[in-house]
């Protein structure tokens, strides 16, 4: 019986404009997969992510890294774009879940993009609970960020159903026993969810 739902944000719930910004910023086309790869493992954003850095070191530190001659205003301004609003529906299928279940958001991102979100009305307080990487020291798919999280839910994980659009984070999440999905939108969740039925009072 699944009695809590955990949610990725961006690329599940918040439109992204991941892609074809980041692709600008690196002048050269990035397929989804490598865009993925390139973000738990690029050292400047590991570590913005994982809350080691601040936004003017983390700009500093990925101009650096990818060699980029850009202003870093402009860089901030591009970065901060890459997480636009939330889907349309969104909020009405965050706000039926709650209803049934036990909500929290699970999400690889940093203070910049947390805190223009935050500004979003209805949005992050909806959630009973927020995972967010830079405040837990780790990113996803590490298998730590997950046992973290099972922990602090106090709960199986088999009563758990996880929805991300990564691959490599719903394969982590379900070598944990969690069950996972890969979804792209929140009506690709609500539509999952309610195969779950209501759990019981």
């Given at each position: 019986m699944i009695t809590h739902i955990l949610l990725d944000m961006g690329g599940v719930l918040v439109e992204l404009q991941w892609q074809e910004r980041m692709e600008a910023l690196l002048n050269r086309p990035l397929p989804m997969a490598e865009l993925h790869h390139l973000w738990v493992s690029a050292v400047s954003t590991v570590d913005f992510e994982s809350g080691r850095t601040d936004f003017d070191q983390f700009t500093?530190?990925?101009?650096?890294?990818?060699?980029?001659s850009l202003d870093p205003a402009v860089f901030q301004r591009e970065f901060l774009a890459l997480v636009q609003d939330p889907f349309p529906d969104?909020?009405?299928v965050l706000g039926d879940?709650?209803?049934?279940?036990?909500?929290?958001l699970l999400s690889n991102t940093n203070p910049a993009h947390h805190e223009k979100l935050s500004r979003?009305?209805?949005?992050?307080?909806?959630?009973?609970?927020?995972?967010?990487?830079?405040?837990?020291?780790?990113m996803k798919p590490s298998p730590q960020i997950f046992e973290t999280v099972i922990a602090h839910l106090d709960t199986a994980p088999e009563q758990i159903a996880f929805f991300d659009d990564g691959a490599r984070n719903v394969e982590a999440a379900r070598a944990l026993g969690i069950?996972?999905?890969?979804?792209?939108?929140?009506?690709?969740?609500?539509?999952?969810?309610?195969?779950?039925?209501?759990?019981p009072s």
């Amino acid at each position: 019986m699944i009695t809590h739902i955990l949610l990725d944000m961006g690329g599940v719930l918040v439109e992204l404009q991941w892609q074809e910004r980041m692709e600008a910023l690196l002048n050269r086309p990035l397929p989804m997969a490598e865009l993925h790869h390139l973000w738990v493992s690029a050292v400047s954003t590991v570590d913005f992510e994982s809350g080691r850095t601040d936004f003017d070191q983390f700009t500093a530190a990925f101009l650096q890294e990818f060699d980029l001659s850009l202003d870093p205003a402009v860089f901030q301004r591009e970065f901060l774009a890459l997480v636009q609003d939330p889907f349309p529906d969104c909020l009405r299928v965050l706000g039926d879940l709650k209803a049934r279940f036990h909500l929290s958001l699970l999400s690889n991102t940093n203070p910049a993009h947390h805190e223009k979100l935050s500004r979003i009305e209805g949005f992050l307080p909806t959630f009973d609970r927020l995972f967010l990487s830079y405040q837990m020291g780790c990113m996803k798919p590490s298998p730590q960020i997950f046992e973290t999280v099972i922990a602090h839910l106090d709960t199986a994980p088999e009563q758990i159903a996880f929805f991300d659009d990564g691959a490599r984070n719903v394969e982590a999440a379900r070598a944990l026993g969690i069950q996972a999905f890969r979804v792209d939108s929140p009506d690709q969740v609500w539509a999952i969810a309610q195969g779950f039925g209501a759990p019981p009072s």
